[in-house]
């Protein structure tokens, strides 16, 4: 049989969406080089590594809104439930005594669980996503000061906790390399996720959602459960941030997290992913964690006031998203 | 022949709507089926049914002989039922390759993807198909024909042994209808089963075996297609007999100019137009799919910006920037995509009507007369026949073909002195045809200028005083309307490529 040719698409140099990663990407190499060459304690290995370890929780709340909303959807809940499994992880960690794997798996289910339940408030409920999570966020706040009776839970029965995010086992292996454990485990996850989005069948149906969530349903999909298991895995993740935070001050602080989401939101738009659903990606995400806190720790050791940091970061997310309104309405 | 479907006694009932009475359908191993009736008769719901879309509230449904009942589209596919749905149900930020394959997805079993597989299984289909279309491409930057050739080979994938196509090609060019034609001859050699389902009268007899009709939800009468006089098949769907005859064309050269556009360009998609419109004339634009004449619209109403040219309205030249001048400078324009430009699915019939419109029916304090609003719903609601059970409905609820008719009530409100209608009666039926060509008849008489751009030939000549034909973004010619003109003559100014020797370059 002879094929019939395929027309194939106008050439372009770039997808539309590695264009806005680029655009991202440049944004943040301009920040870089204007901060190294404004101060010279900038560029200090020290200086890097904190700014790293400093994207890691942020980045890894990013990586579970971003899942969320490609499929058109929002979560505000992530922080408050990032608190709440550092909460999870102290009670079993300190007042059960139990092991650390044992604290690792419940933080990680329990985010999981709560996911599971903001998803289904969502898919079968009919719950708009900003009501739902809203409803969360609080719900979890409140039983974080609960169970925690207000108090910061410490972690000093389980020494090796800490380890989790601070120590360094790139570090012991490579001397030269000390990058935290809670670095790698941000990219790592980043991998994973990315490959997860692009190469699985729950990623398919994430941008399908996002993209015309009545075709899907219409295709024959379980569209309800999926986005059920969406909403699951994106709370498993903020269970993992859970455990970073926690590991970093080695302590599980209740009165912590809200505003937590409002960054991951920040982050996920400067680089590049529609509020609208349908398109984005993590690596878009982690270079927009990664702006929001090179801008932050460039603007304190240039000793801009706190108030005046915090402007500069609504600044820059309005100009992202007009940048990338502006890429997309001259590609047509 | 071997029966495969026999729907019969079938109701459906929504909130303030009793969709279906008693309907019946029978379809046959190897044959097309056309299904026809009025805008809102009840055909794609009775399809929806069948494709486990909607649960039926009473009847029977056999399938290969046993009856059954289906519980989802994934029960239906599994019968091998596929439908592709009237409006168009994909997914604009997938690919091609995506969009079909969505939920049945070849994997590993950690539901790793197989992307090159896919891509090479929908590029088979597409070669069988025998229509150029890039699994890779991402379906936002297809052409809404393209997009329905998606949607065909979306339902080719399953092998599906009945297929039903709900209007396949409202948005299609004759081409592309030959296209289509010949996929579902094929398919029908193969023992396919088919319902098809047009408002095109001329279709129905060149591809369909058997003809069902609905009226109102209710079955009226099957019969065979290729001896029965169409007008008999238009009675039993109107129940009356339709005045078919084309309008008479007045002399406007004396009439004052109401749009003079010249030089208009954008890319290359509108390359020099230009042409007048004189006050109470209805010019009709001709071309193939994608001969620039949306484009020339959408320019003209401030949607696209343009490169170069004059709009000059009513004898000055206005600066058209956004749709908002246009509307100032009294142009109203009807996409040809109305659910996306044209309407607001989501808020009711009044207040779609009523939404180019507002300030109209507010007062200083922009409180809104709601009571004068109900009323000119209720009457553009009678005088063009939409169907619905109240003027609160949303739009979304109506059938398709009422939609577009909620689009052109809120137009002609708007009462602009310059009217653009895109493919106006694209998924409309016969009757309400005959009713929007008076509609767009009227403002005419009245002393406003209106362009309609249409894809069926016999509606231009029908409706236009002049025909302005495209092709590859120029206007190849203006030609008289009415019987002086023929298609053929039509279709040659619509192929008349440019092939000017110096332009080789190009
Ligand atoms: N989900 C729904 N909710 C309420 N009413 C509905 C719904 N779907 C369809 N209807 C109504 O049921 C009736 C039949 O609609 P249907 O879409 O089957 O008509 P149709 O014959 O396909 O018309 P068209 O030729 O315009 O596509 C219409 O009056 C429509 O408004
Ligand atoms: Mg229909």
Redo the contacts with the bound molecule.
């Keep these: 049989m002879t094929a019939t040719p395929i027309a194939t698409a106008k050439p372009r140099l770039l997808a539309s969406g590695a264009q806005q990663k680029l655009l991202a990407f440049a944004s943040l190499i301009v920040l870089l080089l204007f901060f190294s060459l404004a101060s010279p304690n900038f560029l200090q290995t020290a200086n890097i590594l904190a700014i790293l370890q400093a994207t890691s929780v942020n980045g890894v709340l990013a990586i579970a809104a971003t899942l969320v909303i490609i499929t058109g959807g929002i979560d505000l809940s992530v922080g408050t439930l990032m608190t709440f499994t550092a909460v999870i992880a102290g009670v079993v960690l300190t007042f059960w005594g139990l092991a650390m794997p044992v604290g690792i798996l419940a933080a990680i289910a329990a985010g999981a669980a709560c996911g599971f339940i903001s998803g289904s408030l969502i898919a079968r409920m009919k719950i708009p996503p900003f009501i739902a999570t809203l409803g969360m966020m609080l719900i979890l706040k409140g039983l974080s000061l609960v169970i925690s009776g207000t108090k910061p839970i410490y972690f000093n029965d389980t020494p090796s906790f800490p380890q989790l995010s601070t120590g360094s086992l790139i570090g012991a292996l490579v001397p030269a390399l000390p990058v935290p454990n809670g670095v790698m485990i941000l990219f790592i996850l980043a991998l994973i996720i990315s490959w997860v989005l692009n190469r699985t069948t729950l990623g398919r149906y994430c941008f399908a959602l996002g993209s015309n969530e009545e075709a899907v349903r219409l295709s024959g999909v379980n569209a309800d459960g999926w986005k059920v298991a969406i909403y699951a895995l994106a709370g498993g993740i903020c269970g993992i941030a859970g455990l970073l935070i926690a590991s970093r001050l080695n302590s599980a602080q209740p009165a912590l997290g809200q505003g937590y989401e409002l960054d991951a939101i920040a982050a996920v738009v400067i680089g590049g992913t529609s509020l609208a659903g349908g398109r984005g990606s993590i690596l878009g995400t982690i270079i927009g964690a990664l702006i929001m806190s090179v801008l932050l720790n460039g603007l304190r050791i240039l000793s801009v006031a706190q108030e005046w940091q915090t402007v500069v970061t609504g600044v820059i997310i309005i100009a992202a998203v007009y940048a990338d309104m502006l890429r997309r309405r001259r590609a047509g | 022949m071997t029966e495969v479907i026999r729907m019969s006694g079938i109701e459906k009932r929504?909130?303030g709507?009793h969709?279906l009475r008693g309907a019946q359908f029978d379809l046959m191993a190897g044959e097309v089926h056309a299904l026809m009736?009025e805008?809102?008769?009840?055909?794609?719901?009775?399809m929806k049914i069948l494709s486990g879309i909607y649960a039926p509230d009473g009847g029977t449904l056999h399938v290969n002989g046993a009856e059954v009942r289906i519980a989802g589209p994934r029960a239906a596919q599994g019968l091998g039922i596929g439908i592709i749905h009237?409006e168009l149900a994909l997914m604009p930020d997938l690919t091609v390759a995506q969009n079909i394959f969505i939920g049945r997805e070849p994997r590993s079993r950690w539901g790793v993807l197989d992307e090159a597989q896919i891509n090479r299984d929908a590029e088979a289909i597409f070669a069988a198909m025998k229509v150029p279309v890039d699994p890779r491409a991402e379906v936002r930057s297809l052409t809404i024909a393209k997009q329905q050739m998606v949607e065909i080979a979306k339902a080719l994938s399953f092998r599906s042994r009945i297929l039903i196509m709900d209007?396949p090609t409202a948005a299609l060019n004759d081409a592309e209808t030959e296209e289509l034609f010949a996929i579902i001859r094929r398919l029908k050699s193969e023992g396919v089963a088919i319902v098809y389902i047009s408002?095109k009268m001329d279709e129905i007899r060149r591809i369909s075996d058997r003809v069902t009709v609905m009226r109102d939800?209710a079955y009226v009468g099957t019969v065979a297609a290729s001896d029965t006089p169409i007008e008999t098949i238009i009675t039993m769907m109107v129940g009356r007999e339709l005045d078919q005859t084309a309008a008479e064309i007045p002399d406007l050269s004396a009439a004052p100019v109401a749009l003079e556009v010249s030089g208009l360009s954008r890319g290359r998609m509108v390359r020099d137009v230009s042409f007048t419109l004189r006050r109470g004339e209805i010019l009709g634009f001709a071309g193939l799919m994608g001969a620039g004449r949306t484009e020339v619209a959408r320019v003209i109403f401030g949607a696209d910006p343009r490169d170069g040219g004059k709009i000059i309205v009513h004898g000055k030249e206005r600066q058209i920037r956004t749709p908002q001048d246009a509307v100032a400078a009294g142009i109203g324009y009807l996409s040809e995509d109305r659910k996306h430009f044209g309407l607001a699915l989501g808020i009711d019939v009044r207040g779609n009507i009523a939404l180019t419109s507002l300030e109209r029916f507010s007062d200083r304090f922009l409180r809104v007369d709601d009571a004068a609003l109900a009323k000119i719903a209720a009457n553009y609601i009678g005088s063009l026949a939409i169907?619905?059970p109240s003027d609160r409905q949303e739009v979304r609820?109506?059938?398709?073909?009422?939609q577009q008719k909620v689009v052109i009530a809120k137009w002609l409100l708007r009462d602009c002195d310059i009217l653009i209608f895109d493919e106006p009666t694209r998924?409309i039926?016969v009757g309400a045809k005959a009713e929007i060509y008076r509609l767009l008849q009227s403002p005419a008489e009245a002393g406003k200028a209106i362009i309609v751009i249409s894809s069926e030939l016999p509606e231009v000549l029908r409706l236009s005083h002049r025909i302005a034909v495209m092709c590859e973004g120029r206007l190849t010619g203006i030609l008289p309307g009415g019987p002086a003109t023929s298609q053929q003559e039509i279709m040659r100014l619509a192929t008349q490529r440019d092939t000017a020797p110096q332009g080789a370059s190009a």
């Excluded at chain 2, 805008?39 to 009775?46: E, F, Q, V, W």
Aim: hydrophobic fraction near 25%; avoid cysteine; proline fraction near 4%.
């Design positions: 929504f909130p709507v969709a009736g805008n809102g008769a009840g055909k794609s719901t009775l009237q209007e408002h939800g169907r619905t609820l109506l059938s398709g073909g009422n998924g039926d």
